[in-house]
């Protein structure tokens, strides 16, 4: 399984994004059916960014959060997820909110994350981070993605 950071959702209904709109836009598209889960991070994020400044209003936004999880799986935390955090700010040089997010996906047994805001290719315990919009990564996410 793998997983999809904010940015690509948030990307996805930015289409002043140039680009990166267009390849969010088709990542989420290829996604849906596949073993692919959202974590509730990356849904709760998404919304706090994509209503600042009024880019979109508050319905909008739960409108495109609830038309996500008819796609996608919700990848929540389990009891223990503390712990896991704890260890990875331990071992890495994570943010809290990093170490969180590739806690849960460890937890539900994704084995990726695309998203670039971590380092792309680094391998954080079971979960490695893919840079969606590096083209040298298009044909492990095809992989993926199969």
Not at 104 to 124: F, I, K, N, P
Request: hydrophobic residues 45%.
């Amino acid at each position: 399984m793998l997983s999809l950071d904010t940015n690509i959702l948030v990307y996805a209904t930015d289409s002043s994004a140039g680009i990166r709109h267009s390849a969010a836009h088709r990542l989420i598209s290829s996604a849906v059916g596949k073993n692919v889960g959202l974590t509730e991070q990356s849904l709760v994020e998404f919304m706090h960014v994509t209503t600042r400044k009024a880019r979109l209003s508050i319905s909008d936004a739960a409108k495109a959060v609830r038309g996500y999880l008819t796609y996608f799986p919700l990848l929540v935390p389990h009891i223990g997820i503390i712990g896991d955090v704890l260890t990875l700010l331990d071992r890495y040089r994570l943010g809290t909110w990093d170490a969180r997010l590739l806690a849960v996906c460890a937890a539900r047994g994704c084995t990726h994350l695309l998203s670039e805001d971590l380092q792309d290719g680094a391998a954080y315990g079971t979960v490695t981070v893919v840079n969606p919009f590096n083209p040298a990564n298009a044909g492990l996410i095809g992989q993926l993605l199969s």
